[in-house]
């Protein structure tokens, strides 16, 4: 039972990831991005290719912020800032339309098929009488 409770820790630590760039976003900026799940779809896939392509985590990962930085930048240009002020229904129509394509672009290009990362922390512990990967606690 208190694997299944670890185990909930930690989606919701993803969860909660999540949620602290939304209310960043409607605390600063007064607007829903509707697409930043989208966003952070695109941040596994670059790390997944990143990774496939040999490069370590950490550099996997400044590229990803690279990346996820520009397309944060075009997303405010273009879907965004020419609606900003004037009618915030539209904001909200323009990043759920966003969403909806990035999703189905991201489907195309990765078959919607699962993909899995290598571990950074190789190895299991036993944890509550049940054996998990040592990422998970490093991950927690």
């Known amino acids: 039972m208190l694997y299944v409770v670890f185990k909930g820790f930690i989606l919701g630590a993803v969860y909660t990831l999540a949620a602290i760039g939304l209310s960043l976003q409607w605390g600063i900026l007064k607007n829903f991005n509707f697409s930043h799940g989208a966003c952070m779809s695109i941040g596994g896939y670059i790390m997944w290719v990143a990774l496939r392509e040999g490069l370590s985590y950490f550099s996997a990962f400044v590229v990803v912020v690279v990346v996820l930085f520009f397309i944060g ?12 002020g004037k ?6 129509i323009a990043t759920v339309a966003l969403s909806s394509i990035i ?3 991201l489907l195309l290009i990765f078959e919607g098929k699962a993909k899995d990362l290598t ?12 054996f998990t ?7 927690f």
Do not use: D
């Not at 990967?133 to 991950?139: D, I, K, N």
């Open 103 to 105: 999703s189905q672009v």
């Open 73 to 84: 930048i075009a997303i405010e240009k273009i879907a965004i800032q020419p609606f900003f």
């Open 119 to 130: 571990p950074l922390v190789e190895g299991n512990v036993k944890f509550f009488g049940n």
């Open 133 to 139: 990967a040592t990422y998970h606690g490093f991950l």
């Open 87 to 92: 009618n915030e229904a539209n904001v909200f």
